[in-house]
């Protein structure tokens, strides 16, 4: 359980710096994965096809979030939170995991490394998202 949660938070890191810093997916994750000490491989392996996906699907998600967060354009929502969006949309639209544990832990990502109401927001769109007729 904890290793996708590890998993998520190397995954949004990477999805994070490389909107940042304007660099592939690659080089993010070669970037994350530099710093992080004894990473299991099974960990190391979710978090890598989690932000590969998430990045490639970004221009889909991004649509949905702009569609879903009503007087918020996507240029005003901070990039951790952007990232971690495109995380949990990933996951949901995948349908690999339950929806109630990626919101969860989306929100929990939100909240760590963004702010306490980063949380609420995240946990509003993605709860419009679940039921919209597009989930």
Partial sequence: MAKRSTSRRLAMQALYQAESAAIGIDEALSNIFSSEHELLPETKSFAETLARAAWADRADSD?????????????????????????????????????????DEAVELAKKYSSPEAGKFINGILGAYLRSPQA
């Fill in 63 to 103: 649509r949905i979030i702009a569609s879903l967060a009503i007087d918020w354009p996507l240029d005003r929502i901070g990039r951790v939170d952007r990232g971690v969006l495109r995380l949990a949309l990933h996951e949901l639209k995948a349908k690999e995991t339950p929806a109630s544990v990626v919101v």
